[in-house]
């Protein structure tokens, strides 16, 4: 079934959703104002253009777009339309051309995230089930997009010199930062650029 392939893409699509190695006891930047949306500068749509994906940022919610086309018979077709919204053009008497579109959420303010900026970089802070926190990294330049996480053991040793935390191997590995060692962390490149996306409109 030629579904599979949609199926099979989606799964690396999870897979390249790492787990971030380090989580904070407190939203970051600490003693930063929390943003109640998205400025007008960075709103709009974004494309990557290796993975043919779509990055929407409105005011509260950032929202990310997988658009697939596939070769399907009828019966395919039928079962795909009972989960979302396809277009579909004949290509011969037993199959079509299908066209569908799969959303993510990846950030919505509204959920109790929090979002912080400082020096350009706008910080998605997660609230977990451990009521830590989780934090990605949105930059903002030129007109390109670009999110990064900590997702590299080197990130971890970064923080562990930066808090005098001795090393082992618990992850997601927690610290209680300071304001000021996170800014140093940051200025270190401790998050790692996962995707970058260009502004359409």
């Known amino acids: 079934m030629k579904r599979l392939s949609f199926v099979f ?11 971030p190695l380090a989580n904070f006891t407190e939203p970051q ?18 494309h990557n253009y290796e993975s043919g994906s779509d990055l929407i940022i409105e005011d509260q919610l950032i929202l990310l777009k ?27 008497d037993s199959l079509f051309i299908a066209k569908y579109t799969s ?27 451990e009521t830590n926190w989780e934090v990605k990294k949105l930059t903002y330049k030129n007109s390109i997009v670009s999110i990064s996480d900590i997702v590299e053991e080197e990130s971890l040793l970064k923080l562990d010199e930066i808090t005098e935390t001795p ?6 590995k927690i610290y209680n930062l300071t304001r000021k060692q996170f800014k140093e962390f940051v200025k270190q490149n401790g ?9 359409q409109k």
């Open 103 to 129: 959303t993510d959420t990846v950030f919505d303010l509204k959920k109790g995230n929090l979002v912080r900026k400082w020096k350009g970089h706008y910080f998605l802070n997660f609230q977990n089930e």
């Open 9 to 19: 893409f989606f799964a690396l699509i999870l897979f390249a959703c790492q787990k």
């Open 191 to 199: 998050f790692s650029e996962q995707n970058s996306y260009i502004k």
């Open 66 to 92: 997988f658009h697939f086309e596939d070769t399907l018979n009828q019966k395919e077709i039928l079962q795909l339309e009972k989960e979302q919204e396809i277009a579909s053009s004949k290509l011969n």
């Open 29 to 46: 930047p600490t003693n930063t104002k929390n943003l109640s949306a998205f400025p007008k500068k960075i709103k709009g749509t974004y």
């Open 167 to 172: 090393n082992d191997t618990i992850r997601p």
